[in-house]
């Protein structure tokens, strides 16, 4: 057995863009759930959205930062359109109606009525909108290879990408470690722990919960680019599977904590890869199909997921008395 | 931290039997006068005398499926556009007779193949209503000659399937979507009742019901397809076993859940593990393809001016006398007025004496056996199934329980024709890929004017 190719892939994975993808859409979520307790179960409807209106307005020529931009007022305002119907009802209402407007989100965009704007369902292709991107690159062209890692500079699954993408991961860790200590996010645990008792201090729960669903949409936006800068958009890629990965990431490190979220994506693509890799070393592919093995892992998944929440709600780094999940 | 919801629900019922009365005869009535589900978007193409279809699989040189590529097919007015699926096939349906020129998108192929044949890009193919075409495009490395590959067949004088064209006027296409959106609507209540008398009963959203659906589904194909069972005898062991599968779950997971004190939102994100264990548990053992409960082309039978298939017919009668039988149970039975007492408060309900427990794991076994004969049916209707049949109309069963009111049963049945019917109506004025989007708009929009529902007890939520 290679041991050595195993652990590369495995180490590789810990900081791979996927990753920090992951991380950066589960501390959206964080402050959704773990923050104000906002049951969103639509984070990938905010991904997609951000991913396409980064990809269509790049592919059209705009310059980055318009194509940012247009990414996070896309997603902010799917977080208002969202927010209006639901945020005065139950929180099970926001769940259904939130995996729901994702899904809209996934089939509007895949429909081939509107393969002119964003391919249909095949996506909109990487080299059309990577370039506004990559052209920020200091790094140059050509590869480099650190250790047994060896990446491109600026192209596609690059040093770069990855550079920029824990470089946001830091940066919204350090926002959200200032705002769960600030009075507003405060307020936000103050919305998750009992709504009624702020309402009679006078404090508008309504607009607190709106702040926080556009907010951690916003993070999620920014998760969909991070995502599909190293590969294409694919409407079907990030569909409702990927929400639940987000979730159980959140769940695994600790939803309402600060390291949570980061915490939580490196266990669980590190240990999916080590273990579909594992497999993928010891069984020969007579037994199992290189697909089943990841379809085991995805079953390993919703198991761990599973039994979080029944053992162990407060994840890895959690505070059981600081957090039980609970609708609203 | 606990809440034992005291569910929304319906305060007359004998208004509510005879509503469901009225819904199930009109829906009676209505199947009379007959469906058929026109080439049913989600699964492939299946010809009938209102449309053609042309179908292939594209393989790779090494014979695995090509998947993703992208075809465009273009002729009689119509480009239409598809992409191969994970087991490399390809269909689209055509409203008219004629050639269809079919093109093969060569940037979408996998990395490192190309067309054996690249001249025979594009390929002409002509197609009769009624009749299915195929147009293959080996790969491989081009070899100049046109090789051994079975190109298209096209056969024009082979027509046997071919029958004469429905009158393509607007009225009898409203009336075949409206027939057809009934039956679908019949088939999600019955995937539905489950999932709202769940709500109703424990109060929990479960996201995994949707998989119950598939199960009934895939056992009826295990059935039908490797044990080699006729349709019924496998049907009713499908739903059989999908009822047990229910009694199973309840007694192995949310019997312990509910006895931990585990609150329902806890409970409802172990429903989406679950769902997630189930769908890819599925596609581990039956692989990512359509499987087909029955071979045998549906047989199309007009009924003035829409067309039905046997099929269809048979499922919503099915459908309509189960619905009633259900609606008996509830109103008429110890057990269902046991059931109803539960739903609307459980505490008091236990203190009478009603065995809450045992109720609960009633509702979970009947939940999970509709659930399974609505798979079998909507199997049969969209002609095939798949690992992730029920993840897809999941969310049309909650938009019609919300729609209808969380956790009223008769409200499920509302709720469930009128997303059957918004779903495929829609198709006339929207492209029928975003169908469902359609309806799920719809889900949303009644939260904001009416968040009880069409049949729920108007009261505060929030």
Redesign the interface.
């Given at each position: 057995m290679d041991w050595s190719r195993i652990l590369t892939n495995v180490v590789g994975e810990a900081f791979a863009p996927t990753t920090a993808a992951y991380a950066l859409a589960a501390i959206g979520l964080n402050i959704h759930f773990g923050l104000t307790g906002l049951l969103n179960m639509g984070q990938a409807g905010f991904m997609l959205l951000g991913a396409y209106g980064f990809a269509i307005t790049a592919t059209a020529g705009w310059p980055l930062w318009a194509s940012l931009l247009t990414a996070l007022a896309a997603a902010a305002l799917f977080g208002l359109i969202l927010g209006v119907p639901t945020l005065k009802l139950r929180g099970d209402y926001l769940a259904i109606v939130t995996i729901a407007a994702a899904e809209i989100v996934r089939l509007v965009g895949r429909s081939t009525s509107l393969t002119w704007l964003t391919g249909g369902n095949a996506g909109i292709a990487g080299d059309g909108f990577k370039e506004s991107f990559q052209a920020t690159s200091p790094l140059g062209d050509g590869r480099t290879q650190i250790g047994p890692f060896e990446y491109s500079n600026s192209l596609s699954n690059s040093w770069w990408v990855r550079i920029v993408a824990w470089v946001l991961v830091a940066l919204a860790l350090y926002l959200v470690w200032r705002w769960t200590r600030s009075p507003w996010g405060r307020v936000l645990k103050g919305v998750r722990e009992d709504e009624d008792a702020l309402r009679s201090l006078g404090k508008n729960v309504y607009s607190y919960k709106m702040q926080a669903l556009v907010l951690g949409g916003l993070f999620g936006a920014l998760a969909g680019i991070i995502y599909a800068l190293p590969r294409a958009v694919q409407p079907d890629s990030m569909g409702r599977p990927m929400t639940f990965y987000v979730w159980t990431i959140l769940l695994l490190g600790g939803a309402a904590t600060v390291f949570g979220p980061v915490l939580g994506s490196i266990l669980l693509w590190t240990i999916l890869m080590f273990v579909t890799s594992f497999l993928r070393e010891i069984v020969p592919d007579t037994v199992l199909r290189t697909e089943q093995i990841a379809m085991l892992g995805w079953v390993l998944v919703g198991l761990t997921l599973m039994l979080l929440v029944i053992f162990r709600p407060q994840g890895i780094l959690g505070d059981k008395k600081e957090l039980s999940i609970n609708a609203h | 931290?606990q809440?034992t919801a005291p569910p929304v629900r319906t305060p007359s019922l004998l208004t509510h039997l005879r509503r469901t009365l009225v819904a199930g005869l009109v829906a009676l009535a209505a199947i009379l006068v007959g469906s058929l589900p026109a080439g049913a978007a989600e699964g492939p193409c299946v010809a009938s005398p209102s449309n053609g279809c042309i179908t292939g699989t594209i393989r790779t040189a090494a014979g695995d499926p090509a998947v993703?590529v992208?075809l465009t097919i273009e002729g009689e007015g119509e480009v239409?556009?598809?992409?191969t699926g994970d087991d490399g096939t390809w269909s689209v349906s055509v409203s008219q007779s004629g050639d269809f020129a079919v093109t093969v998108d060569p940037e979408?192929l996998p990395e490192g193949e190309t067309l054996r044949d690249p001249d025979a890009n594009p390929r002409t193919v002509s197609v009769a209503l009624g009749s299915t075409r195929a147009a293959l495009f080996p790969l491989g490395t081009p070899s100049g000659g046109t090789g051994t590959d079975g190109s298209a067949s096209p056969s024009p004088t082979d027509s046997e399937l071919e029958a004469p064209a429905t009158p393509a006027g607007s009225t009898s296409k409203v009336a075949q979507q409206a027939v057809n959106g009934l039956i679908f609507g019949l088939l999600l209540a019955l995937a539905s009742v489950g999932l709202s008398l769940l709500y109703g009963t424990t109060g929990l959203?479960n996201f995994a019901h949707g998989e119950q659906v598939t199960l009934g589904a895939i056992l009826a194909y295990v059935g039908t397809q490797i044990i080699g069972l006729p349709l019924i005898p496998a049907a009713i062991l499908a739903i059989l076993a999908g009822a047990a599968s229910g009694w199973v779950q309840d007694a192995g997971i949310w019997h312990h859940?509910r006895r931990?004190r585990?609150?329902?939102?806890?409970q409802?994100?172990?429903t989406?593990?679950?769902?997630?264990?189930?769908q890819?548990?599925y596609?581990?053992f039956f692989g990512?393809g359509r499987l087909r409960i029955v071979i045998a082309n549906p047989v199309p039978v007009q009924i003035g001016p829409v067309i039905v298939s046997e099929q269809s017919l048979i499922s919503g009668v099915i459908a309509v006398i189960t619905l009633i039988g259900v609606a008996y149970f509830l109103t008429a039975t110890r057990t269902g007025r046991a059931t109803r007492a539960v739903s609307d408060n459980a505490a008091l309900a236990s203190a009478s004496g009603i065995g809450v427990e045992r109720i609960i794991r009633l509702v979970w076994t009947l939940g999970a056996g509709l659930a399974a004969l609505g798979g079998v049916l909507i199997a049969l209707y969209f002609n095939s199934t798949s690992w992730n049949m029920g993840?897809t109309i999941l969310?049309l069963m909650?938009?019609a329980v919300?729609l209808g009111g969380l956790g009223t049963a008769y409200g499920a049945l509302a709720g469930s024709i009128i997303i059957g019917l918004v779903a495929e109506m829609s198709s006339l004025v929207i492209?029928s890929?975003?169908r469902?989007?359609g309806a799920?708009?719809i889900?949303?929009?009644v939260?904001?004017v009416r968040?009880q529902g069409i049949l729920g007890r108007a009261e505060r939520?929030?």
């Open positions: - | 931290m809440r993703g992208s239409l556009t598809t992409v979408t959203s859940l931990r585990i609150g329902n939102t806890q409802m994100i172990v989406i593990g679950l769902s997630m264990v189930l890819y548990s596609q581990f990512g993840g969310l909650f938009a919300t492209p890929d975003m469902y989007a799920l708009l889900l949303i929009f939260l904001l968040p939520i929030g």
